[in-house]
């Protein structure tokens, strides 16, 4: 079955620490894997797109990672602010052409406290 | 700057009224998707468009219908709203798959 899982389910971090989020999949063929930003109330905003090929890939304070061989992907946030604290959702896009189709993760509450 | 507009942020209505939420991009996009989002669901696929007056079931299509008949316009259509669809719904298009700029997105609420 193609699932998408997340961990932790949510998170609580003081300004300015890291964080890492986790993504473990288990879709096939893989396509590429997402990370979106979702902010309490509005729709969500895509961070990152990794392929097959690629294993990081970074957006500013925000770094991904893909392990295609274990099927495992992290989002790293660096020198966390009040701003990013939001849900971030992972999402899986398998197959090809008309058949293509999205798993979505059930993502990470991440609150940063001052 | 693109954008997806959904016309309301919140919308009140009641049990068994029949109820539109609109959705515009202003980007060209031949794709356009019709998504729910619920606490400890995630997000999950309604009805989707790839081209005008096209439409294609998602997951859950049960309940609604969709309409395009501009590139730029989606339509989402509760015949008999009830209370097992208040949900944020959230637009969204796309020139390739998972690349999506999304809406804001419409808290429905259905008393």
């Known amino acids: 079955k193609n699932q998408v899982e997340q961990s932790p389910q949510s998170l609580i971090i003081l300004e300015g620490k890291n964080c890492t989020l986790q993504c473990n999949y288990t879709v096939s063929p893989f396509s590429n894997l997402r990370w979106y930003k979702q902010d309490t109330g509005r729709g969500p905003v895509s961070l990152t797109i990794?392929?097959?090929s690629e294993n990081t890939k970074s957006n500013g304070r925000y770094t991904a990672t893909l392990d295609a061989d274990t099927k495992q992907s992290s989002l790293h946030i660096t020198a966390s602010q009040l701003s990013d604290s939001a849900s971030y959702i992972c999402v899986v896009s398998h197959g090809a052409g008309n058949n293509r189709k999205l798993i979505w993760g059930l993502g990470t509450s991440l609150a940063v406290n001052p | 700057d693109v954008k997806v507009t959904q016309s309301s942020r919140y919308l009140v209505k009641r049990t068994g009224e029949k109820v539109f939420l609109e959705c515009v991009q202003d980007m060209d996009h031949e794709n356009m998707f019709w998504y729910r989002q619920d606490p400890g669901l995630g997000l999950r696929l309604i009805y989707f468009?790839?081209?005008?007056?096209?439409?294609e079931k998602g997951d859950i299509p049960e309940g609604y219908s969709v309409s395009r008949e501009k590139k730029e316009r989606f339509s989402l259509i509760l015949e008999s709203a009830s209370t097992n669809q208040t949900s944020m719904y959230l637009c969204a298009s796309s020139t390739s798959p998972g690349d999506y700029t999304f809406g804001s997105g419409t808290r429905l609420t259905v008393v």
């Open positions: 468009s790839y081209d005008v007056k096209m439409k």
């Open positions: 990794m392929t097959f």
